[in-house]
């Protein structure tokens, strides 16, 4: 079964920093281009970051651009998001998604998702 | 960045109607677009991919049609799970943008 798992969430404070990790499963992970997707409460979905299969390649939202920091191990099917300089703008699930089609940096479809993980910047 | 533009904002329903949702692009995305599915508490699942080709596993009262600028979902005959938040996205150029979210709620 594919399977995508986060983990690193929690409180911080404002310019503070965290690293949320993706456990990944059941699929060649190393072949597939991945993302960070975030819904801030009661909002709508908004794309983060993107790595390609081999790490090579990164991909950010200018919201984010130059705070967070996308990377990935291969060995371990682990994917990570490193952000500092959290704003309360921030605050949020962060979805790790695979992408549906393999080899290539694809910026969609997302056809598996993992169960995310809250982000709380605040004082 | 293309923006897109999904309508209306919500559609209210009854089981067993048709509901037909839509995104506008504010430039072309060729074919590249998706639709979501979100219930509350839950991760989005993919329902469309590339306008009109249904997701491993989804039922066949979903279709998406459209290209260019204007796509719709369609979803024939509602049923009681179908009550939710739909979004869309695109996939034409970084960044990956979605719509804002139609919400499907039963009248």
């Known amino acids: 079964e594919v399977q995508l798992l986060e983990s690193g969430g929690g409180l911080v404070q404002p310019g503070g920093s965290l690293r949320l990790s993706c456990a990944a499963s059941?699929?060649?992970?190393?072949?597939?281009?991945m993302h960070w997707v975030r819904q801030a409460p009661g909002k709508g979905l908004e794309w983060v970051s993107a790595?390609?299969?081999?790490?090579?390649?990164?991909y950010y939202a200018d919201s984010v651009k130059g705070r967070f920091t996308v990377s990935r191990d291969n060995s371990k099917n682990t994917l990570c998001l490193q952000m500092s300089s959290l704003r309360a703008e921030d605050t949020a699930v962060y979805y790790c998604?695979?992408?549906?089609?393999?080899?290539?940096?694809?910026?969609?479809?997302?056809?598996?998702w993992g169960q995310g993980t809250m982000v709380t910047v605040s004082s | 960045e293309i923006v897109l533009t999904q309508s209306p904002a919500t559609l209210s329903l009854s089981p067993g109607e048709r509901a037909t949702l839509s995104c506008r692009a504010s430039?072309?995305?060729?074919?590249?677009l998706a639709w979501y599915q979100q219930k509350p508490g839950q991760a989005p699942r993919l329902l469309i991919y590339?306008?009109?080709n249904r997701a491993t596993g989804i039922p066949a009262r979903f279709s998406g049609s459209g290209s260019g600028t204007d796509f719709t979902l369609t979803i024939s005959s509602l049923e009681p799970e179908d009550f939710a938040v739909y979004y869309c996205?695109?996939?034409?150029?970084?960044?990956?943008?979605f719509g804002q979210g139609t919400k499907l709620e039963i009248k």
């Open positions: 998604v695979k992408v549906y089609f393999t080899s290539g940096d694809y910026a969609g479809p997302f056809d598996i």
């Open positions: 059941g699929f060649t992970f190393s072949s597939y281009i």
């Open positions: 790595i390609s299969g081999v790490g090579g390649r990164t």
């Open positions: 430039q072309s995305v060729s074919g590249y």
């Open positions: 590339d306008a009109s």
């Open positions: 996205q695109h996939r034409s150029n970084w960044p990956a943008t």
